[in-house]
């Protein structure tokens, strides 16, 4: 089925002892361990693209072997499962040894175009890393990764992948809500994929045990084999301060364009601890992520960060860079200079300023970036419940209007409602005149900033419509195809998996998945907030 090219357990030392109990592993980067094999697995999804992308025929796919491999029944000659050793600062603190303890990478493989994949079980039983717990996952947060991980892809942001969905025939018991309830429900197995799994975490854990030299070799083989083109440029600094630091820059430089990525999605990662931010710059580890529906700042959908917010939406950007703060002070013995880590942290700001107001400009269809209206803008949505994602596509609409009309007030209701962007409202009823006064302003700044552009209407709205989603994995449509999915019933999560295939085109039988949260989902479980249960 594959071709294989195993590198991070050829090249790296690994765990010598080869039993599977939980145990601190010291002086190598992963476990050699073997998924738990379950009882009736049953293939509920696969990822087209992904599979095309791996050379996997929809024959090979919907095979009895397919499901048995990837619900971690049986191994394929040449694969060489193991669990990455890593650690992480978890809300802020450091936590020391933390690792796969629910990840099995089943081996590296060459996809159709030469390059290299990472296919790895989620839920496939305990390894080394487990700690206290159990080493599965449940459909709910299982369904929650696969959609996510290929929305995301569609949607252009950086990302791991999921090749399949796999259900394992035997409950796994979750306290969902903490309140000590726990109840079965059912287990299940995700694939997957990306180029490395490797996280900030994993060179955190070698610092903090003062494994310079395997921190260096760490690092040397990361450059290597995942960042290729900055190998293939500076291989002959190897070793030297700056080859380290400049290596960092680049890290920095991907991980601000990641979150450029989610503001302009409305994304809300929900755990953003050193573990789950790959040194790829890719949205790793879907947990209790959420969708922004309504534009708020402070927002976060993780119940155990509601307290803090730490992770809230608008907070993300400055996280990153705590985060990447913590990776230069692992680079440290490699660097032992302040300056050139000083140097490649500012990377993350300036990267980030630039794309950020880059990425503000295409939401609005302006060919540059006005500081004064997007302030003002965010202001306005601030004052009133507006769904994020519906607001922006409307708005392609709204401006193609208030361009072509003698006078755009012409588009407000008789309230001062902008007609074209009733849609985003969640609640007209708090409509009042402040309100009506600050929106006219904005938009009449708005009217006057396109006025001054050259490019059609037209042509702006469809440049726009490329940007801003029409299709988004709103929190209650995974949620009902979780419900859904529970009762045996996969028809939704294949719909909402197709959908999310073209998130930015008209899809005129799939209006009702574009629409704006119903309000019985406004407080239920998984449609708002989620639990990091899972
Ligand atoms: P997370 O914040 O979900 O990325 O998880 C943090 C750490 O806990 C990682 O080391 C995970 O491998 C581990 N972990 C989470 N859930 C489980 C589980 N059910 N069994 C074993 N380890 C887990
Ligand atoms: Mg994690």
């Known amino acids: 089925m594959f071709r294989y090219d195993n590198r991070f357990t050829q090249f790296l030392p690994g765990d010598s002892e080869d039993r599977n109990f939980r145990r601190q592993v010291f002086g190598a980067c992963y476990s050699r361990v073997q998924p738990t094999p379950v009882p009736r697995p049953q293939l509920v999804a696969y990822s087209p693209e992904m599979a095309e992308t791996l050379g996997l ?3 090979q796919c919907n095979s009895d072997v ?3 491999v990837f619900a971690g029944n049986q191994l394929l000659a040449g ?7 890593y650690g992480g600062h978890q809300f802020g603190n450091w936590a020391g040894q933390l690792g796969d303890g629910r990840a099995i990478n089943l081996a590296e493989v060459l996809g159709r175009d030469g390059r290299r994949w990472t296919l790895q079980l989620k839920g496939a039983g305990p390894t080394p890393y487990s700690r206290t717990a159990d080493g599965l996952a449940v459909l709910r947060s299982s369904v929650r990764e696969f959609l996510c ?16 969905l796999v259900l394992t025939g035997q409950d796994v018991v979750r306290d969902m809500f903490y309140d000590g309830n726990p109840e079965r429900e059912p287990g299940a ?13 994993n060179f955190e854990i070698l610092a903090a045990r003062q494994d310079d030299v395997l921190l260096r070799q760490l690092a040397n083989f990361t450059i290597e084999h995942d960042f290729p083109e ?4 500076r291989n002959a600094e190897q070793n030297s301060p700056l080859f380290y630091a400049d290596w960092l820059a680049e890290v920095c430089r991907r991980t601000a364009t990641l979150m450029v990525q989610w503001m302009r999605v409305g994304f809300v990662h929900g755990v953003m601890n050193t573990d789950n931010m790959s040194i790829l710059g890719l949205t790793i580890d879907y947990g209790p992520y959420g969708w922004l529906e309504d534009y708020d700042p402070v927002w976060t959908p993780n119940t155990t960060d509601a307290h803090g917010r730490r992770y809230a939406f608008g907070q993300q ?11 230069a002070n692992a680079l440290w013995p490699l660097v032992q200079e302040k300056e050139p880590l000083q140097r490649a942290l500012q990377e993350y700001s300036d990267t980030y300023q630039r794309e950020f107001q880059a990425m503000m400009a295409a939401k609005l269809g302006l060919s540059q970036y006005d500081e004064e209206l997007v302030d003002g803008l965010f202001r306005v949505l601030g004052s009133l419940e507006t769904d994020y994602t519906l607001f922006f596509r409307h708005l392609a609409r709204w401006q193609a209007s208030a361009v072509t009309a003698n006078e755009w007030t012409e588009l407000l209701d008789v309230q001062g409602v902008p007609e074209l962007l009733k849609p985003a409202y969640y609640n007209l009823g708090q409509w009042s005149a402040t309100i009506a006064q600050r929106t006219r302003d904005w938009l009449g700044l708005y009217t006057a900033r396109l006025r001054r552009e050259t490019e059609s209407p037209l042509a702006r709205a469809t440049r726009m419509n490329q940007v801003n989603p029409k299709y988004v994995l709103r929190n209650y449509l995974a949620q009902l195809g979780i419900d859904a999915a529970a009762q045996g019933d996969f028809s939704k ?31 239920r479980a998984g449609c708002s907030m989620l639990s990091c249960s899972s």
């Open 57 to 59: 025929t929809p024959e």
């Open 66 to 68: 397919f499901v048995q």
């Open 79 to 85: 694969m060489d499962p193991f669990a990455m050793c």
């Open 149 to 164: 991980s290929e929305a995301m892809f569609h949607l252009g942001v950086p990302t791991t992948r999921a090749l399949s």
């Open 189 to 201: 197995v995700v694939c997957r994929v990306a180029p490395s799994f490797t996280r900030f975490g």
């Open 230 to 233: 900055f190998w293939a440029a």
């Open 317 to 327: 950007p400055q996280i990153g860079m705590w985060n990447l703060v913590r990776l």
């Open 493 to 523: 999560i294949a719909r909402l998996l197709d959908v999310l295939r073209q998130p930015y085109e008209e899809q005129e039988a799939n209006e009702d998945l574009a629409e704006k949260r119903p309000e019985w989902a406004r407080h």
